[in-house]
């Protein structure tokens, strides 16, 4: 690079410490930024821990009162000389920012990133950058009402004796405001990149990557916008894959499109996790200087709408391959903004991928997420279906409102369009069905659809103009382009919320009443393990209708669920204790029976994505990892249920016994079990099946073996079992190997309830034994023993958990460590608990 070159780009990072004050409380202390301000108070020892006991309601003056931030920095004659742009990105949400006094720019979204030119507006030597932070549930109070008709927002977060926060009137994640699994901080700060950019006569906006797939090749077909100062012409250059186009390119005055392509020989095609390899392709883009690189995973995806005997597909093909998505539903990962950080993030996404999921879904009520969270799905082979931030209420559909939007939209394709992971767009979270939810919608349905209907098309048309390539599905669920009804539970086309077991209290079978083609959000809630619990509740509130407990727990009659569920399949809990570890057990029960019965109906099913990954704050909710990413019970059963060559048992009802209402019979004898076999690899696969029944106080009989192959991406039947063949005190155990006798795995099928069992009290045998390097835990037993649960005082997780063991059939645990731990064998040995299901009662 020339000496030209180098300084004809350079970037001043303005984050660090500024102050933080108020016009109208007497705190003065510090904020580092990017951050926030709940965290830089709790830093300050101004407010207590948010998270404990009921400090919610404590801290909740921060989000009433205005804050202004400011710090001074200097820049050098050589930093100002060209054309100057402040980019701010993630100022949450509405605030005037102030350079040398003087008002530059108002921000009002969090989700824009706002370039603002500061040409000859920073001098050399002492600047001052100022920003001041309007109280956002006024503004948004003050919007709706001077809004011409009433558009309610979601109850979710009409907690803590608030009358609720018009977050439909900002753009801000609308959970910050609470939700049925989130406090209420409604955090304040900047989050994103603060910087003073140079640029000599123009800087980059966005670098897009379409790729067109030919039979050994792939076209790249690379957009560059740039935004000019004034008319001239620049050096733009890309290279990947060892070649380099460079272009003197002509520009004029604001945005300047440029396409170039770059044709890949002999690509490395990029996989979801579980599929192949995620092979990345740097791609640098150079302007002028200023250089940005991205990752470029190659491979064709596309989803599959279309007429078949049932309705509709709905199913997402990738290289050619019709590949059934697993995963879960994310959630922003901390409540205190300043808290997410790659680290944290790769921790949770890395545990996906080892519970063998290869989709999430980035869900409406929350945020976009940094550069890195889609950079790390890359590589891990992680496909994202990402909603746009609307969530379980209607929106305004004004001109300035859908302006707004329409930045907010555009940039995000932008900025996120060249990455492998993203797989679909989609327009919003639940505001279709919610149109049924507020006595306002319902009124007058009309208006509200119509003023649906202006977002929603103006977010299909942006996809459609932006992002080509990409599938915009209207609403998570939806029945479809342009179909407005209410169809949460419709099974045939589209994709399916099926919330009816935990929302409605219909019994675990009630799943298998539902055949969805593509389950996008069911769940069940569990409390969070109880080492968290511990992090906010005192001794004295750690009982299920504490205060403490009762505020970390945001959906309405949640406890009262799980305990009621408990009282329907399990003997009721000895202890607190026992009822946190139970509650994790019957979580991960409900989501199994969903998931095995879905995948077992491939290929009408091609994707189950549970309700939630994480917890944005320690709660009682839908999680499989806890607040801090330590795995719940259900996450170890997700590893389980989510193989990618599976046998499942389901129970068939000759004709299925409902009561007067309709709903399934709660624990009806089946008429026959079907044990299904299922291959999500692109190979036909051998599975020798034994099935035993297993008398719950020991001993077995072999009641099929016999072999299969199921063919590449498939689903068969592979034993069928009549049910009176089982006597009432056994269960079934199965297990499946290859064709070189390998153990692909093992599964289990109890047709009666756990309580309706007299479970022994196994005595489970522990020894840690030290194989190649790595520390193995043997776990034996002389009785059968349920939901066998290994755990230790130190972060990371066990390769299984919430085993059965069998007398004879041991199981080899190894542990991985998460944060970088790298615990002695004595501090595992020290640690190590052992617990089983005959234990809680
Ligand atoms: C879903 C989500 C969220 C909510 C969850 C649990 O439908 O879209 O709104 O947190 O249900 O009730």
Redesign the pocket.
């Known amino acids: 690079m020339s000496n030209a070159d180098r300084t004809s780009y350079a970037a001043l990072d303005l984050g660090g410490t500024f102050a933080l004050s108020s016009p109208t409380h007497t705190v003065r202390t510090e904020i580092t930024l990017p951050g926030d301000v709940h965290g830089a108070l709790l830093a300050a020892g101004e407010i207590p821990d948010p998270y404990f006991g009921e400090n919610e309601k404590t801290v909740m003056w921060v989000n009433q009162t205005p804050w202004t931030v400011e710090r001074s920095f200097t820049a050098t004659a050589a930093d100002i000389d060209g054309y100057l742009t402040l980019t701010l990105a993630e100022v949450d949400c509405i605030a005037a920012v102030l350079l040398n006094g003087e008002i530059i720019a108002k921000t009002q979204n969090a989700f824009i990133r706002y370039d603002i030119d500061v040409t000859g507006k920073v001098h050399a030597g002492d600047n001052t950058l100022r920003i001041e932070f309007a109280v956002a549930p006024d503004v948004a109070r003050a919007r709706a009402d001077a809004h011409p008709f009433p558009i309610p927002f979601t109850k ?1 977060y009409q907690t803590n004796g608030l009358e609720g926060i018009h977050m439909n009137f900002i753009r801000k994640a609308a959970c910050h405001a609470g ?3 989130g406090i209420c901080l409604m955090p304040i700060g900047v989050y994103g990149t603060m910087s003073l950019r140079k640029s000599r006569l123009a800087r980059q906006d966005s670098v897009q990557v379409d790729q067109a797939h030919g039979e050994h090749s792939v076209e790249l077909s690379i957009k560059t916008r740039v935004f000019a100062f004034a008319q001239g012409s620049v050096e733009l250059a890309h290279s990947v894959d060892g070649q380099l186009i460079t272009d003197k390119v002509a520009v004029h005055p604001g945005e300047n499109v440029f396409t170039q392509n770059v044709t890949i020989h002999d690509p490395r095609l990029w996989w979801p996790a579980g599929q192949g390899a995620q092979p990345l392709y740097e791609l640098t883009t150079t302007l002028d200087g200023e250089k940005t690189t991205r990752q470029i995973g190659l491979r064709k995806l596309e989803w599959i709408v279309e007429p078949d005997d049932i309705d509709h597909t709905f199913k997402c093909r990738i290289n050619g391959r019709d590949i059934t998505m697993m995963g879960a ?1 994310w959630i922003p990962a901390d409540a205190i903004p300043s808290r997410i950080t790659p680290a944290v993030i790769r921790d949770l996404l890395e545990s996906a991928k080892a519970a063998n999921m290869n989709m999430l879904r980035i ?1 409406g ?1 929350g945020q976009y997420e940094p550069d890195y969270f889609y950079e790390m799905c890359d590589e891990l082979g992680i496909l994202i279906w990402h909603d746009f931030m609307f ?2 209420m209607s929106y305004p559909s004004d001109r300035p409102f859908l302006a707004d939007v329409r930045t907010e939209i555009t940039q995000q394709v932008r900025r996120l369009s060249h990455h492998a992971s993203i797989a679909l767009w989609c327009g919003d ?2 505001v279709i069905g919610s149109l049924h939810w507020y006595p306002e919608t319902k009124a007058a349905p009309e208006r509200y659809v119509a003023n649906y209907d202006r977002l929603n098309s103006m977010l299909g048309n942006i996809v459609e103009d932006e992002d080509p390539a990409r599938r915009f599905w209207p609403s998570s669920p939806s029945m479809g382009y342009l179909d407005f009804s209410d169809g949460w539970q419709m099974d045939t086309r589209g994709d399916t ?1 099926y ?1 009816d077991v ?2 409605s209290a219909k019994p675990f079978e009630a799943y298998r009443s539902v055949n969805p083609r593509f389950a996008s ?1 069911f ?1 069940f809630q569990s409390f969070t393990s109880m080492n968290v619990i511990e992090t906010f509740a005192e001794p004295r509130d750690r009982n299920p209708s504490s205060p403490v407990m009762e505020n970390h727990q945001r ?1 309405a009659g949640g406890n009262a669920r799980i305990l009621e569920t408990m009282t329907r399949y399990f003997r009721f809990p000895r202890d607190f204790d026992q009822m946190v570890f139970l509650s994790q057990i019957q979580q991960g029960l409900a989501i199994k029976t969903a998931i095995e019965y879905w995948r077992s109906t491939k290929p009408r099913c091609m994707g189950t994505l549970y ?2 990954i994480n917890d944005i704050w320690p709660v009682a909710s ?1 999680s499989s990892l806890d607040y801090g990413g330590q795995w719940k019970l259900l996450q170890y059963m997700a590893k389980r249920f989510f193989l990618p060559v599976n046998v499942v048992a389901v129970p068939v009802h000759e004709t299925v016994p409902t009561n007067s209402r309709g709903t399934p019979v709660e624990n009806a004898a089946p008429t026959s079990i079907v044990f299904r076999g299922i291959n999500d690899t692109a190979a036909p696969v051998s599975i020798a099946l034994e099935i035993r029944a297993v008398k719950i106080g020991g001993g077995d009989r072999v009641v099929f073996s016999g072999d299969a192959s199921v063919g590449p991406d498939g689903a068969i039947t592979v034993a069928t079992m009549p049910f009176a063949d089982l006597a009432a005190d056994e269960f079934l155990f199965f297990s499946w190997r290859d064709a070189h006798g390998n153990l692909l795995g093992e599964n289990d099928y109890f047709p009666k309830p756990y309580k309706a069992y007299e479970l022994p009290e196994p005595k489970i045998r522990a020894a840690w034994s030290e194989v190649d390097g790595q520390l193995v835990l043997t776990l034996a037993t002389d009785k059968p023993a349920l939901f066998v649960t290994a755990s230790v005082d130190i972060p990371g997780y066990f390769s299984d958990n919430a085993v059965t063991l069998l007398p004879g059939r041991q199981t080899d645990l190894t542990f991985t460590p998460r944060h970088g731990a790298t615990p002695s064998a004595a501090e595992l040995i020290q640690s190590l608990r052992v617990r089983n299901l005959s234990e809680t009662f």
């Open positions: 979710n939700w049925d699994w539903n869900w009520g969530a379980c979270n639940e919320h919330w935990w929302h959000e769940g959906n309700w939630q839908w």
